[in-house]
Nanobody
Framework: QVQLVESGGGLVPAGGSLRLSCAAS????????MGWFRQAPGAEREFVAT????????YYADAVKGRFTISRDYAKNTVSLQMNSLKPEDTAVYYC????????????????????WGQGTQVTVSS
């Protein structure tokens, strides 16, 4: 089992920044990839970014490319999402997720691929 706990959400004006963190515990040695997804009210959960547990492979959604940065802290077993130049359309609940196994970049952008999920953290960007 893997447990994931997100933190760092909040309210920020458009153009501002936030940093989300996801702390992983349990059988973390079995994790191959971790991702961030988000879900706005009335919308489906959508892919934001993913990083391999080694940190060597990273993918971003087009909507956040150039504004968001995903990273790993090996000592703390955490994955962070630095979000800059935030827009009102970034408002959503952000979820951290983890998966074991090797997947294509296509599969890593799909929520159903991931087995473990955090509880989510709210990000609200005011206009």
């Amino acid at each position: 089992q893997v447990q994931l706990v997100e933190s760092g959400g909040g309210l920020v004006p458009a153009g501002g920044s936030l940093r989300l963190s996801c702390a992983a515990s349990g059988r973390t040695f079995s994790i191959d990839n971790m991702g961030w997804f988000r879900q706005a009210p009335g919308a489906e959960r959508e892919f934001v970014a993913t990083i391999s547990w080694s940190g060597s492979t990273i993918y971003y959604a087009d909507a956040v490319k150039g504004r968001f940065t995903i990273s790993r802290d090996y000592a703390k077993n955490t994955v962070s999402l630095q979000m800059n130049s935030l827009k009102p359309e970034d408002t959503a609940v952000y979820y951290c997720a983890a998966v074991m196994g090797v997947y294509t970049n296509y599969r890593l952008k799909i929520a159903h691929t991931y087995k473990y999920w955090g509880q989510g953290t709210q990000v609200t960007v005011s206009s």
